[in-house]
């Protein structure tokens, strides 16, 4: 299985009191879309290890990664822990989606977001993105036209190659989501 964030993982197997910092971080850059928060001394306090690490950086009251790379990786993990989470109620995961691919351009990473978030639902936690798609095309045809629908279909194409799937389950669910375009 390819590593798909592995600064993310290397420093949350290596430096665990880094990790929950950068966790902090990128959960704060993600909720509020800039990219850098403004802390509070107190806050300060609690992200000291990943300052004198070197992973964030403060400038006045505000503190951001230090590297692209990382603050990616972060941002992309906690996206997915959200979609992770909504996964069992497909309307929820719809909507938290939507909210990802928003972030995911206002934090100006176009779909790369969207993309990862997918990867890891996909090879790590084996979520059954075709099957995804598809559900609620079958049970409703009013989503052909949502904006909802068609936020995942393009990520969806573009990291296809890289899913997980059973050939025969794919052919019949594209051949689901083909007839409903």
């Known amino acids: 299985m390819i590593n798909l964030t592995p600064n993310w993982k290397q420093i949350k197997l290596n430096h ?9 971080v990128a959960s704060a850059i993600y909720q509020n879309q800039e990219d850098a928060i403004l802390v509070s001394q107190e806050d ?9 690490f070197g992973s964030l950086t403060k400038i006045n009251n ?9 603050k990616f990786e972060y941002l992309a993990r ?3 822990s959200l979609a992770l989470e909504a996964w069992d109620d497909l309307y929820r995961f719809y909507e938290i989606f939507k ?7 206002r934090l100006s990473y176009n779909y ?7 990867l890891i639902l996909n090879q790590e936690h084996q979520k059954d993105i075709t099957s995804c798609l598809t559900e609620e095309l079958q049970e409703n045809q009013e989503v052909k036209g949502s904006g909802i629908f068609w ?6 194409c573009q990291v296809l190659p890289s899913l997980h799937f059973e050939p025969k389950l794919l052919a019949e669910k594209l051949e689901i989501l083909l007839r409903c375009m």
Do not use: G, Q, R, W
């Open 151 to 156: 936020i995942i279909v393009t990520p969806f």
């Open 62 to 70: 505000k503190v951001a990664f230090s590297e692209p790379n990382i």
């Open 99 to 105: 909210e990802i691919y928003h972030h995911s351009f």
């Open 78 to 80: 906690y996206a997915a």
């Open 44 to 52: 300060e306090l609690k992200l000291n290890s990943a300052l004198a």
């Open 16 to 24: 665990p009191d880094v990790h929950i910092a950068l966790e902090y």
């Open 112 to 118: 790369e977001i969207c993309n990862i978030v997918l």
